[in-house]
T-cell receptor
Framework: GAVVSQHPSWVICKSGTSVKIECRSL??????MFWYRQFPKQSLMLMAT?????????EQGVEKDKFLINHASLTLSTLTVTSAHPEDSSFYIC???????????????FGPGTRLTVL | AQKITQTQPGMFVQEKEAVTLDCTYD???????LFWYKQPSSGEMIFLIY??????QNATEGRYSLNFQKARKSANLVISASQLGDSAMYFC??????????????FGKGTKLSVIP
């Protein structure tokens, strides 16, 4: 259980184009999903928190107009990198929160990640 | 603000031996959650173990145990009977609350574990 998928697993695009990344919780419903970015040999940096049916909450320094997040259902969140540039090349990972019940915090289960290369 | 410190960039362990990965944290939150994730070279983040700050007992999950010392603000991961498949990056993370709900995670820089045959 607690499987999260991401699509695509890797993408190469030209500078100026937009790229959409999908994150799906396959066997559970996730009210909250998170989007992270990871540069080579570095830790994960939270980009935004996505709640189903409401606007995403972005971390300081993350451009909301560049990284569009939509959480249209309890099993799907999408991240669209608009007008991508080479500096946007990175590993993007989503997570979906599995409810922990009445007394325990939710556990985040991660997707396999999407490697974006912008030429 | 929360901060996670992992002071070991890399660790080596002999197969079948136990290994401890260090994690210290700093927070002003009265309750919090502590997590360990494993990231193999494939990139996926695999959840290993969770400890709530008010939990009385240290968490255990199979070969993984979390040595939680609240006064020292440490949450070390102990892997017993290491296997070759344990070679990976290991990240310690914390959430700002340990009660019901979904909270953002703050990650440490990670420790690369290499298991030697």
């Amino acid at each position: 259980g607690a499987v999260v998928s991401q699509h695509p697993s890797w993408v190469i695009c030209k500078s100026g184009t937009s790229v959409k990344i999908e994150c799906r919780s396959l066997d559970f419903q996730a009210t909250t999903m998170f989007w992270y970015r990871q540069f080579p040999k570095q830790s994960l940096m939270l980009m935004a928190t996505s709640n189903e049916g409401s606007k995403a909450t972005y971390e300081q320094g993350v451009e909301k107009d560049k990284f569009l997040i939509n959480h249209a259902s309890l099993t799907l969140s999408t991240l669209t990198v608009t007008s991508a540039h080479p500096e946007d090349s990175s590993f993007y990972i989503c997570s979906a929160s599995l409810p922990g019940g009445l007394v325990s915090t939710d556990t985040q289960y991660f997707g396999p990640g999407t490697r974006l290369t912008v030429l | 603000a929360q901060k996670i410190t992992q002071t070991q960039p890399g660790m080596f362990v002999q197969e079948k031996e136990a290994v401890t990965l260090d994690c210290t944290y700093d927070t002003s939150d009265p309750s919090y959650g502590l997590f360990w994730y494993k990231q193999p070279s494939s990139g996926e983040m695999i959840f290993l173990i969770y400890q709530g700050s008010y939990d009385q007992q240290n968490a255990t999950e199979g070969r993984y145990s979390l040595n939680f010392q609240k006064a020292r603000k440490s949450a070390n991961l102990v892997i017993s009977a290491s296997q070759l498949g344990d070679s990976a990056m290991y990240f310690c993370a914390m959430s700002p609350y340990s009660g019901a709900g979904s909270y953002q995670l703050t990650f440490g820089k990670g420790t690369k574990l290499s298991v030697i045959p």
